[in-house]
């Protein structure tokens, strides 16, 4: 089955002519998953290897990583139960800041990915992030900051899981535009990534 066309119509944005695409492929005995599998996911990878060699940018992955979403939701009550869930990630803005649109962004190329996405939104306590990752079983924290002042909130978010007993039982990652991996280390996180595609690396590397 060629799937060029549907990996295409993803680098071009182009829901329409991905849509399309899927469903004459199904049509002519293409499954759901074979779909996924073949297009969208080589797709996303080829967008995250552009985005990295600084040939596209943030607004291209996110009308790409839209229009893998799109799909798969078309897809998804085909799939009956047919994709695996690479697991649970809680991914949040810290509390004082109030910028999303990098976590946004690391939660669509998660969720393409084959995790399963808590997005819990901007300006949220330490122990939010606690209670939410004890609710969904989660194995990954995703903590996202884009101001400097507002980084000491994922030092209390790591003592918070430390405080509540359950630091053993999840990985916490770290970035945005101030945050390095030297910080990371700082404050006992277990990842850093510089940017959404390297998130999701980094939680495929975790797990």
């Keep these: 089955m060629d799937y060029q066309p549907i990996i295409k119509a993803v680098l071009n944005g182009d829901d329409d002519a ?3 695409y899927a469903q004459d492929i199904m049509a002519i005995g293409a499954a759901p998953l074979e779909i996924i ?41 085909l799939l009956a ?8 990630v809680v ?27 808590i997005d819990l939104g901007a300006d949220i306590e330490p122990q939010a992030f606690v209670e939410a990752a004890a609710r969904h079983g989660a194995k990954i924290v995703g903590l996202s900051a884009l101001l400097t002042t507002t980084m000491p909130q994922m030092a209390k978010t790591v003592r918070a899981f430390e405080e509540s007993g359950s630091r053993e039982k999840v990985k916490i990652i770290i970035g945005g535009a101030p945050v390095t991996e030297m910080y990371a280390k700082e404050i006992a996180a277990d990842g850093y990534a510089e940017d959404a595609v390297g998130a999701v690396e980094l939680c495929h590397s975790l797990l």
């Design 37 to 77: 599998d073949g297009g969208l996911l080589p797709a996303m990878a080829q967008v995250g290897r552009l985005f990295k060699e600084g040939e596209i940018y943030v607004p291209e992955v996110m009308m790409a990583a839209a229009v893998v979403s799109g799909v798969i939701a078309r897809l998804k009550p």
């Design 91 to 117: 991914l949040g803005t810290v509390k004082g800041d109030l910028h999303d649109i990098g976590k946004n962004l690391v939660a669509l190329l998660l969720e393409n990915n084959g995790f399963e996405v």
């Design 81 to 88: 139960g047919e994709i695996s869930n690479k697991g649970t």
């Design 18 to 20: 991905a849509l399309e």
